[in-house]
T-cell receptor, first 111, second 113 residues
Framework: RKEVEQDPGPFNVPEGATVAFNCTYSNSASQSFFWYRQDCRKEPKLLMSVYSSGNEDGRFTAQLNRASQYISLLIRDSKLSDSATYLCVVNAPGGSYIPTFGRGTSLIVHP | ETGVTQTPRHLVMGMTNKKSLKCEQHLGHNAMYWYKQSAKKPLELMFVYSLEERVENNSVPSRFSPECPNSSHLFLHLHTLQPEDSALYLC????????????FGQGTRLTVV
């Protein structure tokens, strides 16, 4: 089983739609989680951290479900500019807390 | 000013060449990373340095050789690469710790011909 798993998509949604991505992680001892955004041919950039049970920033809401070992990202009122790949990241527990990336979920928002 | 700077941004090299990628961070972080991202593939961790010591070498071929002379600089020395090594090479830095996020440079797009 991969350490961090995501559905690669693509998710193809119209402007204004609400879309949600899930990410599962294998190590139950993991404590810190992040969502990054990566535009085509660019570097990943931090979108939001996932604290305790959840975090909200404008149209974006991230939630953590420790019992089921998954985190989710909800995007409300999608904009064309939200089109990107969304990467789930878990800092691997034990020692160096190395950021471990999922393969990313591709989102395409169309007019 | 970009917190993590990578040079060069683009590199084309022959299979017999030797080149080096450079990464510099201005964030005061003590951990630095090299990742490889091939087309339509996820980020692959290559090397991790924490407090200037290599703590992770993720089964990377010896034709890739990292160097971390201090906590602000990280190099990736390349020699006798193969065409399949063509990819985006990303450097990142963070503070070692459970709840800290990584910051990325803009990457070096490498093409091996």
């Amino acid at each position: 089983r991969k350490e961090v798993e995501q559905d690669p998509g693509p998710f193809n949604v119209p402007e204004g739609a609400t879309v949600a991505f899930n990410c599962t992680y294998s190590n139950s001892a993991s404590q810190s989680f992040f969502w990054y955004r990566q535009d085509c041919r660019k570097e990943p950039k931090l979108l939001m951290s996932v604290y305790s049970s959840g975090n909200e920033d404008g149209r974006f809401t991230a939630q953590l479900n420790r019992a089921s070992q998954y985190i989710s990202l909800l995007i409300r009122d999608s904009k064309l500019s939200d089109s990107a790949t969304y990467l789930c990241v878990v800092n691997a527990p034990g020692g160096s807390y190395i950021p471990t990336f999922g393969r990313g979920t591709s989102l395409i928002v169309h007019p | 000013e970009t917190g993590v700077t990578q040079t060069p941004r683009h590199l084309v090299m022959g299979m017999t060449n030797k080149k080096s990628l450079k990464c510099e961070q201005h964030l005061g972080h003590n951990a630095m990373y090299w990742y490889k991202q091939s087309a339509k593939k996820p980020l692959e961790l290559m090397f991790v340095y924490s407090l200037e010591e290599r703590v992770e070498n993720n089964s990377v071929p010896s034709r890739f050789s990292p160097e971390c002379p201090n906590s602000s600089h990280l190099f990736l020395h390349l020699h006798t690469l193969q065409p399949e090594d063509s990819a985006l090479y990303l450097c990142a830095s963070s503070q070692p710790g459970q709840f800290t996020e990584a910051f990325f440079g803009q990457g070096t797009r490498l093409t091996v011909v």
